[in-house]
Each structure stands twice: as structure tokens, then as C-alpha cells.
């Protein structure tokens, strides 16, 4: 069974930067054709993707915050990390892991304040 | 990016109820196009991939159709537990992108 299970802060500061982690079960990140993924979805609003990374390290970007995102793995502890530079309160969001195929399947979601 | 326009962005049904909620695509992506239920609080959830495909375990009161540009998620039968917010997903481009959702409320 494919579990995604994110971890990091829940509350952050202007200016600062984010780092979420994504714990990856039933699946390997080695594997080829793996693909996980990041999305964000701001209290009431809709689901924006973020950031994309393969088993082979081709990593995409979402172009409009391409300038803040930096997206890594580490195949030995099965893990995708998130990194966001400059956080901003218009970041506040749940922040989902995602593995990626013909459709999605989620990690619950880590919600992320930004607040001074 | 592929933009993706559904409608309506919300709507109030009964228990019973047919109820229908459209996703149109900027740009042709065949049959890319994925729905997922979303309760407050929760992850999304798989209901239909590939535009017509029944994910494992949902009720067959959901289904999906259309190609090309316009899709369609179809409820026959309103039941309770399905007051929730869809999306709609396009998985044609590696820059997935999302419907703006519909709010499906208790009438």
C-alpha cells in the first residue's frame, strides 16, 4: 500500500524559508517511472501545483514560483524534500505530497502559517 | 499552463438529486483528466481517472465522461456523505493543474 506522509513546521516568518519532508511507504524512489510531487491549497482556495521530481532527479518547477522552490530526494531514507525560500503570509496552506502517475494519490497534508 | 475551468463553483442539492459539474480545458488533452472528492479537513479523493474510469471502491452513482476539451462528473443519486468539494486535474502536461472546484452544499 502507497502511504505519503509530510512533515515540517507549522508555523514559519516572513522572509524565512520552509522546509516540508515527505516520508514515502510501499513505493521506492529508486524505481524507474516513480515521479513525487508537491501541491499547495490555500485555506478555501484551489489546488496549485508546486514541484516535481523523478526517479532518475529530472526535477520540474511550477514557473511562477520556480525563483523559490528547490525540490531534493534521498533514496536511502525514501524520503522528498520541499524547500520554499522567502515565505510570505499569501503562503499559508496545506502543503500535500503527492505520488505521481496517471492520477494522484495523497499524503493527509501539512497546513504551514505564515505569520510574525 | 493548461488552464482548467469548471463550473459550477458552487451548488445546493438535495438528498436524491442528479447533479452534474463541468471542467473545460484551455487546450485539447484527450482523456487526461482525473476528478477528486475533497471533505474539510481531509486529502483529495480519487473518484475518476482517465475521464470515465471508476476508481476501486467508489460508488457507481459517480461517473465521468467527455475527451478533448470538455468533461463532465455525473452524480445520479445524491446521498448524504457526498456534500464535499470536486476538482477536476488534468494530468496531459508534467505542470498538472486544477479546476477552481465546486462546492456541493445541502439544499
Known amino acids: 500500500q502507497i502511504t505519503l506522509k509530510e512533515s515540517g513546521p507549522t508555523l514559519v516568518k516572513p522572509t524565512e524559508t520552509l522546509t516540508l519532508t515527505c516520508t514515502l511507504s510501499g513505493f521506492s524512489l529508486s524505481t524507474s517511472g516513480v515521479a513525487v510531487g508537491w501541491i499547495r491549497q490555500p485555506p478555501g482556495k484551489a489546488l496549485e501545483w508546486l514541484a516535481l521530481?523523478?526517479?532518475?532527479?529530472?526535477?520540474r518547477y511550477s514557473p511562477s514560483l520556480k525563483n523559490r522552490l528547490t525540490i531534493t530526494k534521498d533514496t536511502s531514507k525514501n524520503q522528498v524534500v520541499l524547500t520554499m525560500t522567502n515565505m510570505d503570509p499569501v503562503d499559508t496552506a496545506t502543503y500535500y505530497c503527492?505520488?505521481?502517475?496517471?492520477?494522484?494519490?495523497w499524503g493527509q497534508g501539512t497546513l504551514v502559517t505564515v505569520s510574525s | 499552463d493548461i488552464q482548467m475551468t469548471q463550473s459550477p463553483s458552487s451548488l445546493s442539492a438535495s438528498v436524491g438529486d442528479r447533479v452534474t459539474i463541468t471542467c473545460r480545458a484551455s487546450?485539447?488533452?484527450?482523456?487526461?483528466l482525473n476528478w477528486y472528492q475533497q471533505k474539510p479537513g481531509k486529502a483529495p479523493n480519487l473518484l475518476i481517472y482517465?475521464?470515465?474510469s471508476l476508481q476501486s471502491g467508489v460508488p457507481s452513482r459517480f461517473s465521468g465522461s467527455g475527451s478533448g476539451t470538455d468533461f463532465t462528473l455525473t452524480i445520479s443519486s445524491l446521498q448524504p456523505e457526498d456534500f464535499a468539494t470536486y476538482h477536476c486535474?488534468?494530468?496531459?502536461?508534467?505542470?498538472?493543474?486544477f479546476g477552481q472546484g465546486t462546492r456541493l452544499e445541502i439544499k
Open positions: 486535474q488534468q494530468s496531459y502536461s508534467i505542470s498538472i493543474t
Open positions: 487546450q485539447n488533452i484527450s482523456r487526461y
Open positions: 482517465a475521464a470515465s
Open positions: 503527492t505520488h505521481r502517475g496517471d492520477y494522484l494519490l
Open positions: 521530481i523523478y526517479w532518475d532527479d529530472d526535477k
